[in-house]
Nanobody
Framework: QVQLVESGGGLVQAGGSLRLSCTAS????????MGWFRQAPGKEREFVAG????????YYADSVKGRVTISRDNAKNTVYLQMNSLKPEDTAVYYC??????????????????WGQGTQVTVSS
């Protein structure tokens, strides 16, 4: 079992930045591909960014490309999501997720087995 805990969410003005963290316990994350997803009220959960187990391969949703960077520190069992130039439409609960097939990054939420509880990001205009 992998337990994931997100942190770093909060309230920020449009144009601001936040860095989300996802820390794992129970198992090392180095075997897992990781993804960040988000869900706004009344909307489906959507893919934001993903990274393979080594960190060499990353994948971003078009809506965040150029504004968001996913990274990982396997020694710290932590994955990060650096978000810049935030917009009100980025407001959502952000979730991290782990996928055991660690070399393949996928935007499909059903490919991920473990999920955190989420952290709220609110961007004011």
């Amino acid at each position: 079992q992998v337990q994931l805990v997100e942190s770093g969410g909060g309230l920020v003005q449009a144009g601001g930045s936040l860095r989300l963290s996802c820390t794992a316990s129970g198992r090392t994350l180095s075997s897992y591909a990781m993804g960040w997803f988000r869900q706004a009220p009344g909307k489906e959960r959507e893919f934001v960014a993903g990274i393979n187990r080594s960190g060499a391969s990353t994948y971003y949703a078009d809506s965040v490309k150029g504004r968001v960077t996913i990274s990982r520190d396997n020694a710290k069992n932590t994955v990060y999501l650096q978000m810049n130039s935030l917009k009100p439409e980025d407001t959502a609960v952000y979730y991290c997720a782990a996928r055991f097939s660690g070399n393949i990054v996928t935007p499909n939420m059903y490919d991920y087995s473990y999920w955190g509880q989420g952290t709220q990001v609110t961007v004011s205009s």
